[in-house]
């Protein structure tokens, strides 16, 4: 792919998206080698990778209001298992989104006389590796409903199915259900891979991983449906990854 511009860059944290209030974002994912050097190891120092970790660093605009950058990051800070999504683009399908699960380290606000009063942010990860996937869905929706199938591959003997969803408003009173489904191509007989908690409220879950191998199904959707309540609307994103 060629190289990328970001201008629509896309970060949910929780039930917040931050997307409008961040300018600045680095995504950092690493281990840290270990030394495993032993005797016969003459042409230098042999390295073996342990723990993965992953951390993030937003700057961006400060915003005092309800449910805004100060609120929300304030009463955040030292919690850990955080759902966090970024995309390059916020589209469904595209290539270039992430998950984790955060521990929020450290929120700053500031700035110098006659600037625009900033903050800054740093998580790392509190729980499981990063994820490397796509957005299954983005989108506000008043039904119930089936999204966008994509071809991301077969789930392989050693690998996990790994979803997040992030609920960021919901109205009207009815109980939403969300699953991630699989199956061939053309989804003539899905399955149920992934069920997440009814929603009634706006929030954010991370799923339990499914173990593999699901070696025939290749193609994944999202999939919703709301029950009860009157003049439901809610607004919500899904992703998923295989690792």
């Given at each position: 792919m060629p190289p990328k511009v970001l201008t629509n860059a896309r970060i949910w944290l929780d039930a917040f998206d931050l997307s409008g209030d961040v300018n600045k974002i680095a995504l950092q994912y690493g281990t840290e080698l270990q030394d495993a050097t032993t005797f016969g190891n003459q042409g230098g120092k042999a390295r073996k990778g342990s723990l993965k970790s992953t951390s993030l660093a937003l700057e961006g605009f400060w915003d005092g209001a309800v449910d805004e950058v100060d609120e929300v990051l304030f009463g955040k800070i030292g919690v850990v298992d955080?759902?966090?999504?970024?995309?390059?683009?916020?589209?469904?399908?595209?290539?270039?989104s992430f998950s984790f699960l955060a521990g929020?380290?450290?929120?700053?606000?500031g700035?110098?006389?006659g600037e625009m009063?900033?903050?800054s942010l740093d998580a790392e990860s509190s729980n499981e590796a990063l994820i490397r996937g796509i957005l299954l869905r983005n989108a506000v929706e008043t039904a119930g409903g089936n999204g966008t199938a994509f071809a991301q591959g077969l789930v392989g003997t050693g690998q996990k199915l790994w979803a997040t969803l992030h609920v960021l408003s919901v109205s009207g009173g009815g109980t939403w259900t969300f699953k991630v489904q699989s199956d061939t191509s053309g989804f003539p007989s899905p399955v149920d891979r992934i069920t997440f908690a009814a929603v009634t409220v706006k929030g954010s879950q991370w799923a339990v991983p499914v173990a593999g191998p699901i070696a025939s199904d290749d193609n994944w959707r999202a999939t919703w449906s709301v029950a009860g309540g009157s003049g439901n609307s809610i607004t919500?994103?899904?992703?998923?990854?295989i690792l």
């Open positions: 955080v759902p966090i999504t970024v995309s390059d683009t916020g589209v469904a399908g595209d290539p270039g929020l380290a450290q929120y700053t606000p700035a110098a006389v009063l900033k903050f919500f994103v899904i992703f998923m990854g």
